[in-house]
């Protein structure tokens, strides 16, 4: 897993006059260690920290500075990563963080060196499904020329939280004893790492804060009681103000808000963070999915209950403006279909899929593929079938179409980029049609963004021009959907990245201590680029014949409540022979027929 950073811009006048100065650098040593805590007063935990203390160092950095993140990884049994979510490495992609696409995962005992020039964002593991255990944070990067006014601000986190470690949760998930993909539901939300936050504030004054939802699966809806937003900026990028009584983070999101205090001292009020529980295949009892704070006017007046909110009336992020009204991008050069599915492979695991692919690591990491296979780095095939990779000419103009044949929700992330939104459908739209004009009619100035939220059977259209030469994974950013390989690789002007990235030597010592190969095709074959014999594959597909979807969805809508998880439980445990399994379909049929009378 890796850890991701993400940054969100903190302005102020007084910054304004530091940053017209030279930039600076800004250094961090980072030790990672496990530290015990308990966040929301049920359950301690050990917990992923740096330098001893959780929750982590809020990052901070103002835009145009060098940052040096020196971290060593003292887990003792875990590798681990840094990925600093939202910024864009431009001409540093062995910067980016991911293990096994733009670097080896950091073996415990081993030192590594993140060197970069800040653009806008949080920072989080990017290695072993890790950031959920703790490893993840605010990154906040100033930027001089933040367009609105404020007095103060603060960096607010959301997320949701769980009792059980990663290297736990994986296993159990990814099992066939979950055929379903049910995912783990989280034990709680949380408020900057914690719950009942209280913040002080002063009647008649303006505070900007800089929301980042660093949870691991859930979305949620944030409110202030009493007082309305106006959003200034998503993902890194300004917008025009845009008023709005609730907004929705998707896991990875992060928005920016004003929120100007009353002139009167006579109350405090509830501020609410609710997790998006149609994300749950079950909402387990005495689960609290909310998560309350308080703006303090007046510390000793009491603090209200939260209010009960019928409906969420959450702002359409689609229709915000960027603040330096970029056109739309011209028509694309090359567009890129992906369909999400998730579904059942010969093993009975749960896996998902972008175009009936499972994500699976190559045995080299992919930026190392770019920077040694020559010119066979513009083909596709040497990064190997698994890391579905796309190829990407520099500066050309890029279209990514993704469709829902899937009925949850997934916020999809695109690394070294913004892109433009430029469609989203409603729920149960059905597959993006280029040929139907209703659904082209793209807005003049699309919103920006790096993470957008893809709903239930519907499709989402996204551009970017790929001015970034490097390796950028584009994937879900539901930690357990990426554990399950929704993820593809844009591998976006190779010949111009070998020409101009050095990769130094610290980011080799590191493949070398955990033994990973540093050179090659995928399969780490330094001889013929083409031959792909050895590279790492997903399991192979169900028999012929075999819906396990269809047996799945009967499984939940009819039979679940007469056989309960044993049935479950026995079919993930099945063998996987076609006879069985088409007697076992009939069986169901038949069960729902009769459930249906
Ligand atoms: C926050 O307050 C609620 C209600 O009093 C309490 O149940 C919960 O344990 C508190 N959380 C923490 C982390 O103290
Ligand atoms: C990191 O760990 C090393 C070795 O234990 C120690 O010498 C150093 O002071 C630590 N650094 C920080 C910033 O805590
Ligand atoms: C790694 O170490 C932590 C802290 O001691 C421990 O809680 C965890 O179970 C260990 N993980 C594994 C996979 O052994
Ligand atoms: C970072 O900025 C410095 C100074 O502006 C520049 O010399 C350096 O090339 C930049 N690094 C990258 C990776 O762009
Ligand atoms: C959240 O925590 C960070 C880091 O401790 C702090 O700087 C910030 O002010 C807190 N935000 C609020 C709203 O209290
Ligand atoms: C918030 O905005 C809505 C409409 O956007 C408006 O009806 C409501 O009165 C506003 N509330 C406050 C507290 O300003
Ligand atoms: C507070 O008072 C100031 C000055 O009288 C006024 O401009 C402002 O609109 C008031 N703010 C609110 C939220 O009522
Ligand atoms: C969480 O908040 C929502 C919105 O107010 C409410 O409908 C729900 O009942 C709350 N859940 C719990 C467990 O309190
Ligand atoms: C995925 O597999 C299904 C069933 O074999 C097939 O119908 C579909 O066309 C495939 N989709 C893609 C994008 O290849
Ligand atoms: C075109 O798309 C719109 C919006 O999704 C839909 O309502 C309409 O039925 C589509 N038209 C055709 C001819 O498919
Ligand atoms: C990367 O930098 C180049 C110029 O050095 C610029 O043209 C391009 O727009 C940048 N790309 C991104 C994504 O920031
Ligand atoms: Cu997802």
């Not at 490893?135 to 906040?140: S, V």
């Not at 990491?365 to 010119?375: A, I, K, N």
Request: charged share 15%; aromatic share 12%; net charge negative.
């Amino acid at each position: 897993m890796a850890i991701s950073l993400s940054f969100f811009p903190v302005l102020s006048a007084l910054l304004l006059l530091l940053a017209r100065a030279e930039a600076a650098i800004v250094t961090y040593d980072f030790n990672i260690t496990w530290v015990r805590a308990n966040p929301d007063g049920m359950f301690e935990r050990p917990t992923i920290g740096i330098n001893g203390q959780w929750p982590l160092p809020v990052m901070r950095a103002t835009k145009g500075d060098q940052v040096i993140v020196n971290v060593d990884n003292q887990l003792g049994n875990q590798t681990t990563t840094l990925h600093f979510h939202g910024i864009f490495m431009n001409g540093s992609t062995n910067m980016d963080g991911p293990g096994q696409v733009s670097q080896c995962p950091i073996p415990p005992g081993s030192k590594f060196t993140y060197n970069f020039n800040a653009s806008t964002y949080w920072y989080h593991s990017h290695d072993k499904g890790q950031y959920p255990d703790g490893l993840r944070a605010p990154f906040i990067v100033s930027d001089p020329d933040f367009p609105y006014d404020y007095d103060e601000s603060f960096s607010l986190s959301v997320s949701d939280w769980y009792h059980d470690q990663m290297q736990v949760w994986i296993p159990k998930f990814i099992n066939r004893a979950n055929p379903t993909g049910a995912e783990p539901v989280p034990q709680a939300a949380l408020f900057n790492d914690t719950q009942n936050l209280t913040v002080p504030i002063q009647p008649g004054k303006t505070y900007l804060f800089n929301a980042v939802n660093i949870g691991a699966f859930a979305g949620q809806y944030i409110w202030f009681e009493g007082h309305n937003i106006t959003i200034v900026e998503v993902d890194g990028v300004f917008t025009d103000k845009a008023e709005a009584e609730m907004i929705y983070l998707g896991a990875a999101q992060r928005c920016s808000f004003l929120v100007t205090t009353k002139n009167d001292t006579s109350a405090n009020y509830a501020f609410v963070s609710s997790m998006d529980t149609s994300l749950f295949d079950k909402i387990p009892d005495g689960l609290n999915w909310n998560v309350t704070g308080w703006l303090v006017y007046d510390d000793t007046k009491p603090l209200p209950d939260a209010a009960l909110v019928d409906e969420f009336n959450d702002f359409d992020d689609a229709t915000l403006v960027p603040f330096d009204q970029m056109p739309l991008l011209p028509e694309p050069d090359q567009v890129i279909t992906l369909d999400v599915i998730m579904d059942n492979l010969g093993n009975g695991q749960p896996y998902a899929f972008f175009n009936n692919i499972t994500y699976v690591a190559p045995k080299v990491p992919t930026l190392y593929t770019v920077m040694t296979t020559g010119e066979d780095a513009a083909n596709p095939l040497v990064y190997g079938e698994f890391v579905h990779p796309f190829v990407l000419e520099k500066n050309s103009v890029v279209e990514i179409v993704v469709n829902n044949l899937d009925s949850g929700k997934h916020p999809f992330h695109l690394h070294g980029h913004n892109f433009q939104a430029i469609s989203r459908s409603d729920e149960e739209a059905g597959v993006f049609d280029s040929t139907n004009s209703t659904q082209t009619n793209y807005p003049a100035i699309p919103m920006r963004r790096d993470t957008f939220v893809l709903r239930p059977d519907g499709y989402i259209v996204l551009r970017f021009q790929a001015d970034n030469p490097g390796v950028w994974l584009f994937h879900c950013h539901i930690e357990w959907h990426m554990d399950q390989g929704l993820i593809a690789t844009m591998i976006e002007a190779p010949l111009d990245v070998q020409k101009s990235l050095t990769i130094p030597q610290d980011h080799f010592d590191a493949c070398a201590a955990g033994n990973v190969p540093q050179a090659g095709n995928a399969a780490a074959n330094t001889v013929d680029f083409l031959d792909l014999t050895g590279a790492n594959v997903a399991p192979g597909p169900l028999p012929d014949g075999f819906t396990p979807r269809g047996i799945v969805a009967l499984t939940f809508s009819c039979v679940a409540a007469l056989l309960g998880l044993a049935v479950i439980s026995w079919y993930g445990m099945a063998d996987m022979g076609k006879a069985s399994m088409e007697a076992e379909k009939r069986r169901m049929a038949q069960m729902a027929r009769e459930e249906a009378k």
